[in-house]
């Protein structure tokens, strides 16, 4: 496993837009429904027990959180969208600041989707893709607890999803990934590496400009 990883540390929560921190450097960020284990992909791929926290009641998490790599790189963690049981008002102003971060954040270099390989593609998460196909940006999606399916099943429905992903003219990659036993961590870290750019020189700490 990379080491680079485990140098994540937080530094900032935002609840709004208007609270972001400055917008330079690399980031990647990670979405997914609130029970689709993304804190525990976080925690896995950083090889941290509790870097991202994981809520006892799915959804709670109102806030972006920012973990620093270094000085030009960064993992953003993204409120959990789906069943969470807050007033609806609050759900949609979840959604509108997810969309206005996806469409306005010149740093982002990609989005890692988190889905539950039991439930995958619902209709939040092909809108995210969306949102991210329609800015050029690079989406990855985490099977998660595959383990709870057999191999044979659990490769079936990565092969089924990557298919509907075509048949709806989409543009993502896929993964089988279980933070229990620890599958598909090298895999994500690959696509981490590639968009971090961890074999080329570090970027600029300049703002970026349209």
Known sequence: MSQ???????????????????DIGLEVAFAGRSNA?????????????????ISKTPGRTQM????????????????GYGYAKV??????????????????????QGLMIMMDIRHPLKQFDIQMIRWSNQKDLDVHILLTKSDKLKHGAAM?????????IKKLELNASAQLFSSLK???RDEAIAKLDSWFLLNEPSPELEPTSE
């Open 37 to 53: 284990g993304k804190s525990s992909a976080i925690n896995t791929i950083t090889d941290h027990k509790a870097l991202a926290r």
């Open 87 to 108: 007033p609806e008002q609050m759900k949609i102003r979840w959604q509108q600041n997810l969309g206005q971060y996806l469409d306005t954040r010149q740093s982002l």
């Open 156 to 164: 079936a429905t990565l092969h089924s999803v990557l298919a509907e």
């Open 182 to 184: 620890k599958t598909g």
């Open 4 to 22: 680079f990883y485990r140098q994540a540390h937080y530094t900032i929560s935002a609840t709004q837009l208007s609270e972001l921190p400055a």
């Open 64 to 79: 972006i959180n920012f973990f620093a790599l270094d000085d030009s790189r960064t993992l953003v963690d993204l409120p």
